[in-house]
């Protein structure tokens, strides 16, 4: 299985630009059929899935953030980034890269996870 790992800064000023990337182990993230998303959990909310790429290079985007958010990879580092711009105190959470062999938004069928990064947004 799998092992991710997120990594970027915890706290961001409103109105940056937010990076994190996700560096995955015991696997390549070209591999056939996997699907790498974000999925954030600001307190005392759900899970919100953001976003993924996929194996293939395919995005896939979450209506709701679409217009904030930038997902890429790097195939010879074997990461993918999640950049989501404009931030607000909002954005507040956790964010975690994960992994699964389909194609879905739903955060709870995600079966590799990432330990999540605490992000901030504060001035």
């Known amino acids: 299985q799998v092992q991710l790992q997120e990594s970027g800064p915890g706290l961001v000023k409103p109105s940056q630009t937010l990076s994190l990337t996700c560096t995955v182990s015991?696997?390549?993230?070209?591999?056939?059929?996997?699907?790498w998303s974000w999925i954030r959990q600001a307190p005392g909310k759900g899970l919100e899935w953001m976003g993924a790429?996929?194996?293939?290079?395919?995005?896939y985007d979450s209506p709701s953030l679409k217009s904030r958010t930038s997902i890429s990879r790097d195939t010879a580092k074997n990461q993918f980034t999640l950049q989501l711009s404009s931030v607000t105190p909002e954005d507040t959470a956790v964010y975690y890269c994960?992994?699964?062999?389909?194609?879905?938004?739903?955060?709870?069928?995600?079966?590799?996870w990432g330990p999540g990064t605490q992000v901030t947004v504060s001035s």
């Open positions: 015991g696997g390549s993230i070209t591999t056939n059929y996997y699907y």
């Open positions: 994960a992994s699964i062999v389909i194609c879905t938004t739903s955060p709870l069928d995600f079966d590799s």
């Open positions: 790429i996929a194996y293939s290079g395919s995005l």
